[in-house]
């Protein structure tokens, strides 16, 4: 979310008139760095998500739209659009807004229920979409060679090392960028999951990492129970049993992913060292415990 290019309550107006709604207050949003997203107030004052895809084409974005269509029955934002409308040749949509709050201090019961909110996801097999998988080994390696710190290459090459086997097979609809800013509670209860840019189909236990290493981190305090509650309760859901063993190889290349994204990326808003330090911590865990 956050916003980059800035358009006025008239000319969103104009956007968004063949679905009857029209604002009468308009707020710029905060969080995020990919799009430009608007939250509105009708006349009946209800609320809405007006988002501007910054880097996304019309193709990406109506597979988009078809991924929110085919899981609406999740907690997810439903499409109020009736087409896609460009806007400086960007595509624009709107889209239903989610009450709740994004877990600033996360507890155990907002753990188990976005795990099982990732489960469930993880369950639409059959839903196969033509978005970009950009979470493989290909694309990785593409963004490592982008590296221009010689030093720091040679760093994440030899980390990388122990990880080119890795089985990234696609095998589910994964959402790709599950972070706690990505979802809204209610009294402990997920009210929404949203921000489906990069959702795709994917290899699941590199979905199920991320929301390891992102959820279960306060600042560089690895939270161990929250570690073990969402293997707990994804394995409860899938009715097989998920080792640490299993998933510690998928944990580290996704700190190493997110480490290399943020080199890479053009607008570096997120400092690339904070999954680097959280590699290191999490290496030296399973290495000290051999768990």
């Not at 595509?91 to 239903?96: N, Q, R």
């Not at 097999?125 to 290909?138: A, L, P, Q, R, V």
């Not at 899938?238 to 997110?258: G, N, Q, W």
């Not at 290399?260 to 680097?276: A, G, H, L, P, S």
Request: net charge positive; proline share 1%.
């Amino acid at each position: 979310m956050g916003v980059i290019t800035r358009v006025s309550i008239e000319q969103i107006n104009e956007l968004i008139k063949k679905t009857n709604i029209k604002f009468i207050s308009l707020q710029e949003t905060k969080n995020g760095i990919t799009d430009s997203t608007y939250l509105g107030t009708s006349v009946n004052m209800t609320k809405y998500i007006f988002k501007i895809f910054e880097n996304s084409t019309l193709t990406n974005v109506k597979n988009k739209v078809s991924i929110l269509e085919s899981i609406k029955d999740l907690k997810v934002p439903k499409v109020i659009s009736k087409e896609i409308v460009l806007y400086e040749n960007k595509p624009t949509i709107l889209f239903s807004f989610i009450e709740g709050k994004i877990a600033k201090k996360i507890t155990l019961k907002e753990i188990e229920e976005i795990t099982t909110f990732l489960f469930k996801l993880h369950s639409k097999k059959n839903i196969k979409t033509s978005n970009e998988n950009i979470y493989t080994k290909d694309y990785f390696e593409k963004m490592l060679n982008k590296t221009a710190d010689k030093n720091l290459k040679l760093i994440l090459e030899n980390k990388y090392q122990v990880l080119r086997n890795i089985d990234l097979k696609n095998n589910s609809l994964i959402h790709g960028d599950l972070f706690p800013d990505n979802a809204k509670f209610i009294d402990g209860k997920l009210s929404g999951v949203y921000d489906f840019a990069q959702a795709s189909f994917g290899n699941d236990y590199f979905d199920l990492a991320v929301l390891i290493i992102s959820w279960c981190f306060d600042e560089y305090t690895f939270n161990e129970r929250y570690f073990e509650k969402i293997l707990e309760v994804y394995s409860k859901n899938r009715e097989l049993s998920i080792s640490k063993d299993e998933i510690k190889e998928y944990l580290l290349f996704a700190c190493l992913y997110y480490t290399v994204q943020r080199i890479t990326r053009e607008n570096k808003m997120k400092d690339y060292k904070e999954y680097q330090i959280k590699f290191d911590i999490l290496e030296n865990l399973f290495n000290g415990t051999n768990k």
